[in-house]
């Protein structure tokens, strides 16, 4: 009776292991509104890179190619069970797409970037977090977003800043 306790104790955490960082794709197609086009946004983590394409159709199942945005971190640390995409609402029924790639060994560093209907070109794509300067001295982008999270019909949509972490000896 211990033995199968054991072993599937065992079978339970290997699964959990496998699955924590699976390699599967995030994507997202992001539905046409305001005057804006639709989109469509795939991380592929095996690529190290972010596909997305506007789209003519509200679905995306029009054709069209694809463009790639490399992602800063290395691909054995990209964290796709972490990474998400998700509609911000920036008024007047139209909304903007935020991807944010995890990094698994730092959990103070993401990529981001914001894409809007409107543009072939994110409207913000970088490392946020402390991706700057040495332990006890970082600094980088930060989500200023909370705001935004909160009151989901915020006009004024989306806003990052710099973020200065010191350590300082006492």
């Given at each position: 009776m211990k033995d199968r306790i054991a072993l599937g104790l065992m079978l339970a955490m290997s699964i959990g292991a496998s699955t924590a960082r699976a390699e599967g794709p995030v994507r997202k197609v992001i539905p046409p509104g305001g005057g804006l086009d639709a989109m469509d946004l795939k991380l592929d983590a095996a690529a190290g890179v972010l596909r997305f394409r506007r789209c003519r159709a509200p679905d995306c199942s029009d054709t069209g190619a694809l463009k790639e945005l490399p992602i800063p971190i290395e691909r054995t640390r990209i964290d796709v069970?972490?990474?998400t995409i998700e509609l911000v609402p920036i008024g007047e029924g139209r909304q903007v797409a935020r991807v944010r790639v995890?990094?698994?060994?730092?959990?103070?560093?993401?990529?981001?970037?914001?894409?809007?209907?409107?543009?072939?070109?994110?409207?913000?794509?970088?490392?946020?977090?402390?991706?700057?300067?040495?332990?006890?001295?970082?600094?980088?982008?930060?989500?200023?977003?909370?705001?935004?999270?909160?009151?989901?019909?915020d006009p004024q949509g989306l806003a990052w800043g710099l973020r200065r972490g010191q350590v300082t000896a006492a």
């Open positions: 069970a972490a990474s995890a990094d698994a060994q730092r959990k103070d560093l993401a990529f981001e970037a914001v894409f809007s209907g409107q543009s072939e070109t994110p409207i913000f794509a970088g490392l946020t977090g402390f991706a700057l300067g040495e332990d006890g001295d970082r600094s980088g982008n930060h989500d200023n977003n909370e705001r935004a999270k909160t009151f989901r019909h």
